[in-house]
């Protein structure tokens, strides 16, 4: 059928009066895409063929926008989020006219339909630009990959770890396209398939920066032939070449003119025309690199009353011999070592701080902590960092080091243990301290710890609502994690395993299974090393539950045997009670889960615990209906909803609504289970807990289906497979199209619920 955007193509060409192939050659776009644009069939047309065939047209600017419009009408809504990863343009970016040209002369050989995955092997020293002309000219094409662009840096000369994984690299890709965590395969050929086949006849762009050989990228590249990939790399990358041929792309240093551009694009052309002499000098002594040009204009921005020859003096007598080292990678540390001498004190101190910061990045809350300066001076000594090429700021306001730099950084400057202590303690308290705020404003009825209050001059982050308090987690995720490695490595136990307690809520909600049982296998281990029995129960019971999200069952009961025998050495009834309710959820027969459940119900009793009592009764609830006693599941049910009622956990009554609306289904008062079903629906959905309302979707289909309210069902279970699709919970979305089959073919549905 044909739409606004068909009828709009066909009605310009008709009034210019051409044909479809005179519109072709005029245009150069094929025939067949402008047949199919015509008939509908294109329903996603590409920005530069309609450009194209605008201008082939001779469009005045208000058509050009109706075409447009009509153009985006017919795109087709995807089904996966469009990534832009790119990072930051670089700037001021100086000629690179010819590499620019070979780049866009490589992108337009591949813009046929059949024509091969693009990829230019952009291959160059350190610190000559790659990265920088890679951007640019990516940014400067975004607009002709529609479907996005991913970008990873895969650390190929990295100096202070092996380069990336490709696997990582494509967990990280699999994350921009929002595959779902708990959805994604764990074996790396897998992973690596779903990617495929996520980008398949996609117009997208892949920056595959600082490779380190053809192997590492190998895996990265996408099937089909509509993407682009564009790698950088200080080796010549001769696999991709000669096995995948690709454009091979070499980059110089910067001509003297170039170099002169950028020097003036950062300092103005007052200060350059005042000291010609000194200008020639600093460009021969730089060796054309941009990052050595970068250093030096900071170094000169930074301090508008050091003249340009004074600067040239220091670089030609402490540096020279290594800028004409044939390495260039080596003379940095030297070019380094002069912004590092024009640092105050403090903004050195700063500087050597970075270097040991957890994580990949730190945002200006996490580096006043570290600092200790206070917000006005940090950011001011960040700026002035900046200023100097030692530090980015990307887009969303986080500063990052050059791997090289934050190697160099972490030896220039000596730290006292103290100082370098002190101010470790300082930023891993600000992890702890915001992540614990966080996870209470997600639950704020789990038993909470006890953390030592944070040191003199650390601010942690206040976070106002729920929504926050998982963006931060998003944000800070990575660093999180290495923080707790850090920890570990200065013995920092009890921080250790109160951060993996304080990610327990945001993992489950993200389905974060494999970091979550990473941060509770270390969290034991830390625990193990203290005198403090209350966390390792704790510890060994969280641990279970990792085990148990995973499917591990007998490591599971390990670690939920540990957790109990420790707390009953401990005679600690409440940490009993606690293990014995977990217990119940890992035992597959259900007379020994209610036998565990009513354990903990019988603990909780007497404890003025009302949640955790209210807990332990909604599961003798649940494994007794499991096994048929339904009046004793209904009478504990009502019992565990009242209280739930009474303290305010909305979470604890939707999950007692459910379990009596099952009570009832298989008691027969199917109208009951309908209502009770739908009261725990809504509290779900108010909550935004989709994984449980799709369960509870499920077993109300049922209960439809037994009332013979065909359509209800066949609703219900349709949005309930939908729910368990996009959650990646393949077995239950398989089992729910067995029961649609089933009843729409007049039958009734096995396994009801």
């Not at 199209?737 to 009734?748: E, K, T, V, W, Y």
Request: proline letters at 5%; charged letters at 20%.
């Amino acid at each position: 059928m044909q739409g606004a955007f068909a009828t709009t193509v066909r009605r310009f060409r008709l009034r210019a009066g051409l044909t479809q192939e005179a519109l072709s050659e005029r245009s150069g776009v094929s025939v067949s895409t402008i047949r199919g644009m015509e008939t509908g069939k294109r329903r996603n047309p590409q920005l530069a063929s309609v450009r194209q065939l605008a201008s082939a047209l001779g469009l005045r600017p208000a058509e050009l926008d109706e075409l447009l419009t009509a153009a985006a009408g017919a795109a087709e809504r995807t089904t996966i989020p469009v990534p832009r990863q790119l990072p930051s343009p670089p700037a001021p970016f100086v000629g690179r006219h010819d590499e620019l040209d070979r780049l866009d002369a490589a992108l337009r050989s591949a813009s046929g339909a059949a024509a091969p995955v693009v990829i230019t092997a952009v291959a160059g020293a350190g610190g000559v630009g790659k990265s920088w002309l890679a951007l640019h000219w990516a940014h400067r094409n975004a607009d002709r990959f529609p479907d996005g662009q991913l970008f990873v840096d895969l650390r190929g000369f990295s100096p202070d770890g092996d380069p990336m994984d490709p696997a990582v690299a494509v967990r990280g890709f699999l994350d921009a396209l929002g595959v779902d965590p708990g959805r994604i395969p764990v074996a790396p050929h897998a992973q690596a398939a779903l990617f495929r086949s996520l980008v398949a006849d996609k117009r997208m762009l892949l920056v595959l920066d600082n490779a380190a050989d053809t192997a590492q990228v190998t895996s990265l590249l996408p099937g089909g032939h509509t993407c682009t990939v564009a790698v950088t790399s200080r080796n010549r990358l001769s696999g991709l070449i000669t096995g995948h041929g690709a454009r091979h792309l070499p980059v110089g240093t910067l001509t003297d003119t170039e170099a002169d551009e950028l020097l003036v694009a950062r300092l103005g052309t007052a200060r350059i025309e005042a000291e010609p002499s000194a200008v020639a000098e600093l460009v021969g002594l730089c060796g054309g690199f941009p990052l050595a040009l970068s250093i030096v204009a900071g170094r000169a921005h930074t301090h508008p009353h050091l003249s340009l020859a004074d600067l040239a003096d220091e670089l030609r007598d402490g540096t020279l011999d290594v800028l004409d080292d044939a390495d260039p990678a080596a003379s940095l540390p030297a070019v380094l070592s002069l912004s590092h001498r024009a640092l105050t004190a403090e903004e050195a101190e700063v500087f050597a701080l970075l270097a040991i910061a957890p994580g990949p990045d730190i945002g200006l809350p996490a580096a006043i902590s570290l600092t200790g300066l206070g917000r006005s001076r940090t950011r001011a000594v960040l700026r002035r960092l900046e200023q100097a090429s030692l530090v980015d700021q990307d887009a969303a306001g986080r500063y990052r080091m050059h791997d090289l730099i934050r190697r160099y950084a972490a030896t220039a400057h000596h730290l006292a243990d103290t100082t370098r202590e002190t101010a470790l303690r300082r930023v891993l308290d600000f992890y702890t301290h915001t992540a614990y705020a966080a996870d209470r404003l997600l639950d704020s009825h789990r038993d909470p710890i006890e953390l030592t209050p944070p040191l003199p001059a650390c601010r942690p982050q206040p976070l106002p609502d729920i929504p926050a308090a998982m963006e931060w987690f998003d944000t800070e995720h990575r660093n999180l994690l290495a923080a707790q490695r850090t920890a570990v490595a200065h013995a920092f136990h009890h921080t250790s395993w109160q951060l993996a307690w304080t990610l327990y809520d945001f993992h489950h909600r993200r389905g974060h299974r494999h970091d979550q049982l990473g941060v509770w296998q270390i969290a034991v281990d830390s625990a193990g090393r203290l005198r403090d029995s209350g966390a390792q129960i704790l510890t060994y019971r969280l641990l279970g539950r990792a085990h148990v999200v995973l499917g591990h069952h007998q490591e599971a009961i390990a670690a939920m045997n540990r957790a109990l025998a420790l707390s009953e050495q401990q005679n600690d009834r409440a940490l009993q009670a606690q293990a014995h309710y977990t217990l119940a959820s890992i035992w597959p027969d259900g007379r020994r889960a209610l036998e565990h459940a009513r354990r903990s119900l019988d603990l909780y009793r007497g404890l003025d615990q009302p949640i955790g009592e209210a807990n332990a009764l909604n599961a003798v609830g649940w494994y007794a209906a499991r096994l048929g006693e339904h009046d004793t599941a209904r009478e504990h049910c009502r019992s565990a909803l009242a209280l739930y009622q009474q303290h305010q956990d909305v979470n604890g009554q939707a999950q007692t609504l459910d379990s009596l609306g099952y009570i009832d289904h298989h008691s027969g008062r199917h109208h009951d289970a309908v209502r009770h079903y739908l009261q725990a629906m809504g509290l779900y959905r108010d909550l935004d807990n989709t994984y449980e309302t799709a369960d509870t979707l499920d077993r109300l289909g049922h209960t439809h289906a037994a009332l013979g309210h065909r359509d209800r069902a066949l609703d219900v279970w349709r949005q309930a497979r939908n729910l368990y699709r996009r959650q990646g919970r393949d077995q239950e979305a398989e089992q729910v199209d067995r029961q649609l089959d089933a009843l729409s073919r007049g039958g009734h549905p096995d396994g009801a619920r």
